[in-house]
């Protein structure tokens, strides 16, 4: 157990609704980002929140946003959900400055099916 | 639970033999290399990890190695186990940005008894 948590575990949504997806981190742990993992594929960075700032993002559209809250727990929102969103949501947590070079712990990860 | 290696290259070894997982990295910066295993259905669980100051680190039954030169890694599981079969990823980052982590794409290991 890595001890960060994500809600919810599996949900389908239609094309062009809204999703949140939960995560809460190890404690201790300040730093929160979030990976899409598509099917036989590796993650891919979505973005980073550091002291509930987002500290760095990948390449990512702006319907892609998040947020941290002063618990360090965070969100991710994807809106106008399209087909190719369907994937394996992953949240990660770590300590520290929000650099690179830290133990980044993973959770389980929220399956997210777009129809 | 939905399977996230469906079209990876695949390992196969016999229960008790050794395995070695190889990765190439992409970018000469990283300084900071981690080895996950993601079993079917779950998120990416840590093994075991690597500074770029180092060649060579050893777990318990696991050990990496890193080649910067040619920018390979590669993680070797000693009497490998039932449980052991999995998908493992590579993930590379650079310790002088944000925790960005770049993952490779990932080897099947099929454990047979």
């Known amino acids: 157990e890595t001890g960060v948590t994500q809600s919810p575990t599996h949900l389908i949504k239609t094309r062009g609704q809204q999703v949140t997806l939960r995560c809460s981190s190890q404690?201790?742990?300040?730093?929160v980002s979030w990976y899409q993992q598509a099917l036989g594929q590796g993650p891919q960075f979505i973005f980073q929140?550091?002291?509930?700032?987002?500290?760095g993002r990948g390449n990512f559209p702006p319907r892609f946003s998040g947020l941290q809250f002063p618990n360090y727990s965070s969100e991710l929102n994807v809106n106008a959900l399209e087909l190719d969103d369907s994937a394996l949501y992953l949240c990660?947590?770590?300590?520290?400055?929000?650099?690179?070079?830290?133990?980044?712990?993973f959770g389980e990860g929220s399956w997210l099916t777009v129809v | 639970g939905e399977s996230v290696g469906l079209h990876l290259p695949t390992l196969s070894v016999q229960e008790g033999d050794n395995s070695i997982i190889n990765c190439a990295y992409s970018?000469?910066?990283?300084?900071?290399f981690i080895w996950y295993k993601q079993e079917s259905g779950k998120g990416p669980q840590f093994i075991i990890d690597?500074?770029?100051?180092?060649d060579k680190r050893q777990g318990q039954r696991v050990t990496v190695l890193l080649n910067k030169t040619v920018k390979h890694l590669s993680l070797q599981i000693a009497a490998t186990q039932p449980g052991d079969s999995a998908v493992y990823f590579c993930?590379?980052?650079?310790?002088?940005?944000?925790?960005?982590?770049?993952f490779g794409a990932g080897t099947r290991l099929a454990v047979h008894p």
């Open positions: 990660a947590s770590s300590s520290q400055t929000g650099r690179g070079g830290n133990t980044i712990y």
């Open positions: 404690s201790g742990h300040n730093t």
């Open positions: 929140y550091y002291r509930e700032e987002e500290n």
């Open positions: 970018n000469s910066a990283s300084d900071y």
């Open positions: 690597i500074r770029s100051n180092m």
């Open positions: 993930a590379e980052t650079f310790s002088g940005g944000y925790n960005k982590l770049i």
